[in-house]
């Protein structure tokens, strides 16, 4: 099955900064890729998602990036706020039906 | 919140007993799952469901199994529950989409299951 891998597990930055956290992925099927944020004793929540035939997504502070030939994606957010705090989480999957996620990582954005 | 709800929140419950945890959805999708989360280790899928008594294993199925007797409940079962089955417990719903593949995955708000 597919391997998801998830850097760096924790992440501090200052207010204002930008953050990015990578995941690398081993099964060159895989064609979609969410991004989950999950706040303390909450649901993960989708907050960006890219699929296969397009390198580059935005969504105002947050961009994913996907390197089909390298099999990694990046979550970047720029202009960090202290609400960005929340563990974050990426995810593979080339059917819909079976998601594997990377094991997380944990921004801390210092005000 | 894609209409899911979870029952029981949270549960403490005493190892060999067995525990159903009961996952609703409002909106008809299809597809339903079961995730349990561990530090460090992040989602891991247990079981899913691709419609009405249509379902399949994950990677961690080993002591659970599940139900899809309505479109909207999906039950999963520990038939004797152990204190390495303490975890947090997600259901999740994907949203069917047109055009290109791959199906946006929703959460429930989740159930702490403690086995002592």
């Not at chain 2, 609703?24 to 280790?41: A, F, K, L």
């Amino acid at each position: 099955g597919e391997n998801v891998e998830q850097h760096p597990s924790t992440l501090s930055v200052q207010e204002g900064d930008s953050a990015v956290i990578k995941c690398t992925y081993s099964d060159s099927a895989s064609n979609y890729f969410p991004w989950y944020k999950q706040e303390l004793g909450k649901r993960p929540q989708l907050i960006i998602d890219i699929r296969s035939n397009v390198g580059e997504k935005k969504d105002q502070r947050i961009a994913v990036t996907l390197n089909k030939t390298a099999k990694h994606f990046s979550l970047h957010i720029t202009e960090t706020q202290p609400e960005d705090s929340a563990v974050y989480f990426c995810a593979a999957t080339n059917t819909g039906n079976q998601f594997y996620f990377g094991t997380g990582t944990s921004l801390t954005v210092i005000p | 919140d894609a209409g899911i709800t979870q029952s029981p929140r949270h549960k403490v419950t005493e190892t060999g007993t067995p525990v159903t945890l009961r996952c609703h959805q409002t909106e008809n999708h299809r597809y339903m799952y079961w995730y349990r989360q561990d530090p460090g280790h992040g989602l891991r899928l247990i079981h899913y469901s691709y419609g009405v008594k249509d379902t399949d294993k994950g990677e961690v199925s080993d002591g659970y199994s599940v139900s899809r007797s309505k479109t909207e409940d999906f039950l999963l079962t520990l038939e004797s529950a152990t204190s390495s089955q303490t975890s947090v417990y997600f259901c999740a719903i994907s949203v069917d989409l047109r055009g290109p593949s791959g199906n946006e995955q929703f959460f429930g708000p989740g159930t702490r299951l403690t086995v002592l």
